[in-house]
């Protein structure tokens, strides 16, 4: 087990697109680490770049303290799971889980034992006989990470694993992968463009965008404190609302004024951090959990806003609702019991201790 | 509620033919069927009238009375006479000798290729991927007269061996072709999850896309077999003496004795000539086409 170490990587194609911009990035042993992005972010060409599959333009990467930039891919010592899970069809799942092995010239008797135990945790004893071909998708997939297991590698890296399951036998595996690292402990890498899987499984998450690292945190600290606009918008289901707004100076607080003459007061706590930006357009952002019915029985830090629906979605656990506010589209989440219809004014509290001000010109949030 | 423009009912002209599916279906079929005996009619007429000619004798065949495909008075002597021609039973030795070399030799050569072209990166290998494809394009009947150059050169002219040289110029090319296809319908991620695995590629090349692309190495494999056995013109070019003659040259030289046609034999011959390749198909013809589609419809 090991820690692994990218040191101003870049990656750049024929034609001088660049993949990945100069990305540093330190994983530590046994750490679980989750790089999430849109199509296109340089997510995967990161994790294909630890493997050795891609070749690196220039930078270090560097694996339990080893320089790997031009070592094989087979001994770098990593195991990888494909989000096609590339099993060898022409073996059977104990094949292609000690093929591995079986090249890298283990005694028989270890490779049995190995394939047995891994076969175990995974629950897939019984298909150990059966081709690729007899599998189902989820079990497929575990194969692909039995393969990964009895390896022992330093490191595991995960290509958008899931992404081929469907949405409930993704929740399954997500599940299966978080024990499976809580079984084996080894360091890994994992890329999905799902921000609820890399929310779930990460300790740490690393956003990426246009090739480069938007933030690096754990999940929680990214949900509450994103450092840019597009983390903000990109954690969290359904994204976050950003509606263009000015910042005033009034009597000693700060107020935020919203289309449609809504105004919001900012809360004491946060006027010392907002004030050098008074008297400036901002972006408001607030997630739509904390845009909510006024059932709340603790109004302290929360602002009134009345808006008329466009769009209900009930949801059972909770009734999510659109609005358009001068052409920004705003969504909130109610209680499902809170009686909304289309067009009918809906009064709403904001919980402005959950906000966030977004500087419209460098899209950081202050 | 009102019936809407866009209802079944109100819109006769688009819909008429609605329910019409099933004699569509029989219309397209009976079509079917009638172009297909037309074309088996037309594809088959020659071997059935070579099985029929084979069965007479000489004195019946040289009759101009009576239904030439009724044969009156069977016999297998022409077959008889060729098996047991030790002139036949060399033409027959010849072909399978250079069959098999070729065969093997084509098989190693475009697997390697195609390998190569298909999945390891390297400079121009696109342009050479082509350029394979373009000299299939140049027929034997062009390429015979240089060749005849090349092969006086190295002293094999009238010897199998400078068939053996030259019938890789026509299988080379299209099996490495169809098996670039066939490699390029294995997925990439096959060969990165051998490689992290520890493969070499050698490794992968034998462990991996040789069993995987099975269907295509069979395919590729009865082509180069078909070539090389019914090859025509390189042996007419290159060969001269009865004892280096494949089956294709020999039945249709050897047989006609000055202004003499052995009629008979000749058929027999053919047919006899024929058979291996038949049999071939007859076995693995699912494996053929599975073989020569895999490019065509895998991403």
């Not at chain 1, 289901?237 to 910042?247: C, K």
């Not at chain 1, 509290?349 to 001000?357: E, F, T, V, W």
Request: charged share 15%; aromatic share 8%.
């Amino acid at each position: 087990m090991a820690q692994v170490s990218l040191r101003k990587i870049v990656k750049a194609y024929e034609g001088g697109v660049q993949a990945v911009k100069g990305i540093d990035l330190e994983i530590a042993d046994h750490e679980f680490v989750v790089l999430v992005g849109p199509s296109g972010c340089g997510k995967s060409t990161t994790l294909r770049m630890i493997a050795g599959l891609e070749e690196i333009t220039s930078g270090d990467i560097a694996i339990g303290g080893t320089l790997v930039n031009d070592i094989p891919p087979r001994d770098r010592d990593i195991a990888m799971v494909f989000q096609n899970y590339a099993l060898y069809p022409h073996m059977s799942v104990y094949d292609n889980m000690a093929f591995g092995l079986m090249l890298r010239k283990f005694p028989k008797a270890e490779i049995d034992r190995r394939v047995k135990e891994a076969a175990r945790i995974l629950d897939i004893t019984p298909l150990l006989e059966r081709k690729p071909k007899a599998l189902s998708g989820g079990q497929r997939q575990r194969v692909a990470m039995g393969r990964a297991i009895v390896r022992d590698p330093k490191v595991f890296l995960f290509d958008e694993p899931l992404s081929n399951l469907d949405a409930k036998l993704r929740v399954q595996m997500r599940t299966e992968i978080k024990k499976v690292h809580q079984t084996v402990n080894t360091t890994t890498v994992y890329v999905t463009h799902d921000q609820v899987e890399a929310m779930t499984l990460a300790d740490r998450v690393v956003v990426m965008n246009h090739g480069i690292i938007e933030q690096v945190g754990p999940p929680q600290e990214l949900y509450h404190h994103p450092a840019t606009k597009f983390v903000a918008g990109f954690i969290g289901s359904p994204s976050m609302n950003f509606i263009p707004a000015r910042l005033e100076q009034a009597s000693g607080a700060l107020r935020l004024h919203l289309p449609h003459d809504i105004v919001l007061n900012v809360p004491a706590a946060r006027t010392a951090l907002y004030q050098p930006h008074a008297g400036k357009d901002v972006l408001f952002g607030i997630r739509p959990e904390h845009l909510t019915d006024d059932k709340a029985t603790d109004k302290a830090n929360t602002a009134p806003i009345t808006l008329k629906p466009d769009v209900i979605e009930p949801m059972g656990m909770e009734t999510l609702v659109h609005f358009k506010l001068n052409g920004t589209e705003v969504s909130a989440r109610l209680d499902p019991a809170t009686p909304a219809a289309v067009g009918a004014p809906l009064s709403l509290i904001a919980h402005m201790d959950q906000m966030h001000l977004i500087d419209p010109t460098t899209d950081k949030v202050l | 509620m009102s019936a809407t423009p866009t209802s079944r009912r109100d819109l006769p002209g688009i819909y008429s033919k609605a329910g019409s599916l099933r004699a569509e279906r029989r219309w397209a079929l009976i079509w079917a069927y009638i172009s297909l005996i037309i074309s088996a009619a037309i594809l088959l007429m020659p071997p059935v009238y070579m099985l029929i000619t084979s069965f007479k004798t000489s004195r019946e065949i040289a009759d101009q009375n009576g239904n030439p495909w009724i044969v009156r008075d069977p016999t297998l002597g022409n077959y008889w006479a060729l098996i047991a021609d030790p002139m036949f039973q060399g033409f027959f030795f010849n072909s399978v000798i250079i069959t098999l070399v070729v065969v093997v030799l084509t098989m190693v050569i475009s697997i390697l290729a195609a390998f190569a072209l298909s999945r390891m990166r390297f400079w121009g290998s696109q342009v050479l991927a082509t350029g394979v494809f373009l000299t299939y394009l140049v027929p034997d009947t062009l390429l015979f007269i240089p060749l005849y150059q090349i092969v006086g050169g190295l002293g094999l002219l009238n010897s199998i061996w400078g068939l053996i040289l030259v019938y890789p110029t026509l299988t080379v090319p299209f099996c490495t072709w169809i098996m670039i296809g066939y490699f390029a319908s294995i997925p990439k991620e096959l060969d990165e999850a051998a490689l992290i695995d520890g493969a070499t590629w050698p490794q992968m090349l034998m462990k991996i896309f040789i069993p995987v692309a099975l269907p295509g190495i069979i395919a590729a494999t009865i082509f180069a077999f078909t070539v090389s056995w019914a090859a025509f013109v390189y042996p007419t070019a290159f060969i001269t003496t009865p004892d280096q003659m494949p089956l294709t040259i020999g039945v249709v030289s050897q047989l006609v004795r000055g202004d003499t046609f052995a009629w008979g034999q000749i058929m027999a011959g053919a047919l006899l000539a024929a058979l291996p390749p038949v049999i071939v198909y007859a076995f693995l013809m699912d494996y053929y086409i599975a073989g020569l589609t895999a490019g065509a419809t895998k991403g």
